[in-house]
Structure formats: C-alpha cells, structure tokens
C-alpha cells in the first residue's frame, strides 16, 4: 500500500469507537482533512486537526477506480463503511504499526464502491464494527475537503 501510513495515534479508533461515536466526533473536534502534497497520492483523513489522533484515511490513485482504506484499532480481515444503505467492505490485513497499540487495518478497494459514492454526494459515512454503525458524518465545514479529494481523484 505505498508508504505505511504512520499518522494513527495509538488511541485512535479504540477511543471513538469506547462511546457513541456520535457524541464523540462532536466533543473531540473530529474532522475530515484533505491532504495532498504532490509527493503521495490523494488523502482523506478523518481525525482531530493539527494532530496524529487520526481514525480512518483513505487515499487513491488519481484516474484509477481504486482506493486504499486504514483504519486504526479493528480487528478480523475487512473494514466495513456505509452511507445511508449504502454499504461496502473492503477486504483488509492487520499492519502493525508503532504508533497505533492495536495495529491498523490496511484495505483496498474500488473509489466508485457504493458507500463512498454515497459519501461523496452526500458527505454521511460510517464505521461498522460487530453490528454497530459509528457516524463519521461531515459536516458543512468538511464537504469542502470531501469534494477536492474525490475530484483529485478522478470520481
């Protein structure tokens, strides 16, 4: 997956998923960032700003109907997002990495995949995780960021 993204702090998705991630997002400031330096490949970041505490990151290949997607603190072999009724796994392996206690999940699959074509319209995306759905909802603020990374990206 391209340079091992070392950016998820070692609470990371435990912390947001210990409660209502809901309630959460909301009190810790949790955000999506759009981040491209020319050097890597488009990013879409979803953490607290100015910090490493990031949960979910998803990237892609510009003019490619591909993206990868990590997300700290899960277990098991995918990772499972959903907008609306819109839901798509991605098949993902456990890295281990040196800030995130719990290792990450590293998944790839297609940027045109129901729940990010969702996100994409409508900015709604979740974490499923054993039956429960964690909103990592943007809000107004962040459809700016939504936008430009899937434009990057050629979707």
């Known amino acids: 997956m391209g340079r091992r993204i070392t950016a998820f702090a070692a609470l990371g998705l435990a ?5 209502c991630a809901h309630e959460k997002v909301a009190l810790d400031g949790y955000r999506w960032a759009y981040l491209a330096d020319g050097a890597e490949a488009p990013r879409l970041a979803y953490g607290r700003p100015n910090t490493d505490d990031v949960v979910l990151m998803i990237s892609c290949r510009p003019g490619q109907d591909q993206v990868n997607v990590s997300a700290v603190g899960l277990s098991g ?18 890295v ?9 999940l590293e998944g790839r699959g297609k940027a045109s ?20 759905r964690h ?21």
């Open 15 to 19: 912390a947001v998923l210990a409660g």
């Open 77 to 94: 072999g995918e990772i499972v997002l959903a907008s609306g009724r819109a839901e798509s796994r991605f098949s993902a392996a456990r």
């Open 96 to 104: 281990d990495d040196a800030l995130s206690q719990g290792g990450l």
């Open 113 to 132: 995949a129901p729940a990010l074509d969702g996100f994409r319209k409508s900015g709604d995306l979740a974490l499923l995780t054993k039956g429960e």
């Open 135 to 155: 909103s990592l909802a943007a809000d107004a603020a962040d459809r700016g960021s939504i936008k430009a990374f899937f434009k990057a990206c050629g979707v």
